[in-house]
């Protein structure tokens, strides 16, 4: 799919990306960083319905499948099939337009604003992901947040 970028923010990643600690392979450079996007689809891939052309949407790090069985399970950063990392191994979102699978999108209500809208790609994406893949939330587990004062500690909090 090809997104119009509208707006991005900048964060952990792209600061790694900028002194080169997202990969040494020669053959991924130079490489547009960043992944926190979020954009209009402008035109969509043979068969694809979703998201339909002028959605917006944001999108997922990880380069996943949607297939296999952690992917099915919300676990898209276990990835059987793993693609790579958006930014990584793909130019992004400090680009104009962008090309992403586009089960690598996730559709936004339009009334959103672009640029209040980047929290969700890594902001509240990361606790979520924290919190169902590595901590193993449950409902009713007591859950210790350290660090819960800044942007993603305080989403962590209200996802746990």
Do not use: W
Not at 13 to 42: K, M, Q, W, Y
């Amino acid at each position: 799919m090809l997104l119009e970028v509208e707006a991005t923010s900048v964060g952990l990643t792209v600061s790694n990306a900028v002194n080169g600690d997202l990969g040494d392979s020669a053959d991924d450079l130079p490489r547009v960083p960043g992944h926190e996007i979020i954009g209009r689809v402008r035109e969509t891939g043979a068969g694809v319905s979703h998201p339909k052309a002028r959605s917006l949407v944001d999108s997922c790090f990880y380069l996943n499948c949607r297939r296999c069985s952690a992917c099915r399970r919300g676990r898209e950063s276990l990835c059987e099939n793993l693609d790579g990392f958006v930014s990584v191994d793909t130019d992004s979102r400090f680009a104009e337009y962008v090309r992403l699978p586009a089960g690598n999108l996730l559709e936004l209500p339009d009334m959103l604003d672009p640029v209040a809208a980047t929290v969700v790609p890594d902001a509240l994406t990361t606790p979520c992901h924290v919190a169902n893949q590595r901590a193993d939330v449950a409902p009713g587990d007591e859950v210790l947040v350290l660090g819960a004062a800044g942007g993603v500690g305080i989403h962590l909090v209200q996802v746990a």
